[in-house]
């Protein structure tokens, strides 16, 4: 999930420590802000009734706070790197995480519908000006050689909120409130923050980009042929994850078995991108795909049947939620992956890209999802079954384009 660029320009000023010896005490701290970044992201969708109860709404209403989250990180990522680009990096990084942490503050202390969904946007903001420079800047920290890894360890932070962030949280929500699990990612936050200022060395700012040369890269029909699947793919994974709690309670999980599921969602996110970067490689991005939207199409749709009839089969629904997270997370570096083959020259851009175009997909079926909702968790998994199924037609209709990265 990351939104990645590396710097393209240095300012003229110098400092002392801009040029450590080892960036690893600052990648680590990184990991750990882009770990807070991804536990705000997703954790609302494990309290979701509680919320929606306490500020007198319908969970479907309280599901548009992640889709306002989502639209508002796709939209203002290109805007913040074009208007933030001259900003030293440790600035910015440490700006970025204060300001996601007086959103949540905000979020967990929301005396109304409108309070919160204030507080997500200006939550949106922090993150969607956080992640791409803590990709740029663990890259910058450490030699050459270390490059990739420094990014694994930024990208890792991401990958296991959702294995380790989103169940804590909603654990924290059962045992304090959803309040108070608000209130411990912003006090993460503002902690990374503060040791942010006190072992990251001070790095330049880059230079400035006009966001229409940034963006001209969408006229090219390659590209277009790759990031509609992006938004189709996370579309389909999230018509139901963003209601997680009430469509786990209808396959007959409720409690702390919500907790264990949400889990195995995540280990299967984590496991799922690992395994698909090497299986990209050595078989191509179309066939990951291919397997993966084949699977989530399978998956969402067992899950659908097995609520439609009301079956009790706990570790049935254990292995397919496993293989829901899998198949979500796996779509991102053979994206990646294929975006990069077809605009080498563009690729933190097109990276950059991916990511708005994957918080698309959370906002779009955050939505769908929330509009199904009346009609039962049943019909949540279809959609999301068929989006899946959608998107694997989506993915051949448009392979040709891009034959020669897949």
């Given at each position: 999930?990351?939104?990645?660029?590396?710097?393209?320009?240095?300012?003229?000023?110098?400092?002392?420590?801009?040029?450590?010896?080892?960036?690893?005490?600052?990648?680590?701290?990184?990991?750990?802000?882009?770990?807070?970044?991804?536990?705000?992201?997703?954790?609302?969708?494990?309290?979701?009734?509680?919320?929606?109860?306490?500020?007198?709404?319908?969970?479907?209403?309280?599901?548009?706070?992640i889709t306002v989250f989502a639209i508002a990180y796709a939209a203002l990522s290109p805007v913040l790197a074009t208007a933030l680009a001259r900003l030293p990096r440790r600035t910015l990084l440490?700006?970025?995480?204060?300001?996601?942490?007086?959103?949540?503050?905000?979020?967990?202390?929301?005396?109304?519908?409108?309070?919160?969904?204030?507080?997500?946007?200006?939550?949106?903001?922090?993150?969607?000006a956080y992640t791409p420079t803590a990709g740029a800047v663990s890259a910058a920290l450490v030699r050459p050689e270390l490059r990739a890894r420094a990014l694994a360890v930024v990208i890792g932070?991401?990958?296991?909120?959702?294995?380790?962030?989103?169940?804590?949280?909603?654990?924290?929500?059962?045992?304090?409130?959803?309040?108070?699990?608000?209130?411990?990612?912003?006090?993460?936050?503002?902690?990374?923050?503060?040791?942010?200022?006190?072992?990251?060395?001070?790095?330049?700012?880059?230079?400035?980009?006009?966001?229409?040369?940034?963006?001209?890269?969408?006229?090219?029909?390659?590209?277009?042929?790759?990031?509609?699947?992006?938004?189709?793919?996370?579309?389909?994974?999230?018509?139901?994850?963003?209601?997680?709690?009430?469509?786990?309670?209808?396959?007959?999980?409720?409690?702390?078995?919500?907790?264990?599921?949400?889990?195995?969602?995540?280990?299967?996110?984590?496991?799922?991108?690992?395994?698909?970067?090497?299986?990209?490689?050595?078989?191509?991005?179309?066939?990951?795909?291919?397997?993966?939207?084949?699977?989530?199409?399978?998956?969402?749709?067992?899950?659908?049947?097995?609520?439609?009839?009301?079956?009790?089969?706990?570790?049935?629904?254990?292995?397919?939620?496993?293989?829901?997270?899998?198949?979500?997370?796996?779509?991102?570096?053979?994206?990646?992956?294929?975006?990069?083959?077809?605009?080498?020259?563009?690729?933190?851009?097109?990276?950059?890209?991916?990511?708005?175009?994957?918080?698309?997909?959370?906002?779009?079926?955050?939505?769908?999802?929330?509009?199904?909702?009346?009609?039962?968790?049943?019909?949540?998994?279809?959609?999301?079954?068929?989006?899946?199924?959608?998107?694997?037609?989506?993915?051949?209709?448009?392979?040709?384009?891009?034959?020669?990265?897949?």
């Open positions: 999930m990351s939104n990645v660029s590396i710097p393209i320009g240095r300012s003229k000023r110098a400092a002392p420590d801009s040029t450590p010896r080892s960036g690893l005490p600052s990648t680590l701290v990184l990991a750990l802000g882009a770990f807070a970044v991804g536990t705000d992201a997703f954790i609302v969708a494990g309290f979701l009734p509680s919320m929606a109860e306490d500020l007198r709404m319908s969970s479907a209403t309280a599901g548009q706070s440490i700006g970025a995480l204060s300001v996601l942490g007086i959103a949540n503050l905000g979020s967990a202390l929301a005396p109304d519908p409108a309070a919160l969904l204030g507080s997500r946007v200006l939550a949106a903001a922090g993150a969607a932070g991401l990958t296991a909120a959702t294995a380790l962030g989103v169940p804590l949280g909603s654990a924290a929500s059962q045992w304090f409130g959803w309040r108070t699990a608000l209130g411990l990612v912003a006090a993460l936050c503002l902690l990374v923050a503060a040791v942010l200022r006190l072992v990251m060395p001070w790095l330049p700012g880059d230079a400035r980009v006009p966001l229409r040369t940034r963006l001209a890269v969408l006229r090219r029909p390659a590209v277009l042929g790759v990031l509609p699947l992006t938004v189709l793919g996370m579309g389909a994974s999230y018509t139901a994850y963003a209601y997680s709690v009430p469509v786990l309670e209808a396959v007959d999980v409720r409690g702390d078995g919500v907790l264990w599921m949400l889990f195995l969602y995540g280990l299967g996110a984590v496991l799922g991108n690992l395994a698909a970067g090497y299986t990209t490689d050595v078989r191509g991005s179309t066939t990951v795909l291919t397997v993966g939207y084949v699977v989530m199409a399978l998956a969402l749709g067992s899950l659908g049947r097995l609520a439609a009839v009301g079956a009790d089969a706990t570790p049935l629904v254990g292995l397919l939620v496993f293989l829901w997270g899998a198949s979500s997370w796996c779509q991102t570096p053979a994206q990646q992956h294929r975006l990069i083959g077809v605009a080498p020259q563009e690729a933190p851009l097109v990276v950059s890209l991916n990511s708005s175009s994957i918080y698309l997909g959370i906002g779009l079926g955050t939505v769908l999802g929330g509009a199904a909702l009346g009609a039962g968790a049943a019909t949540v998994y279809a959609l999301g079954a068929v989006i899946a199924a959608a998107a694997l037609v989506f993915l051949w209709c448009t392979s040709r384009a891009t034959s020669n990265v897949a």
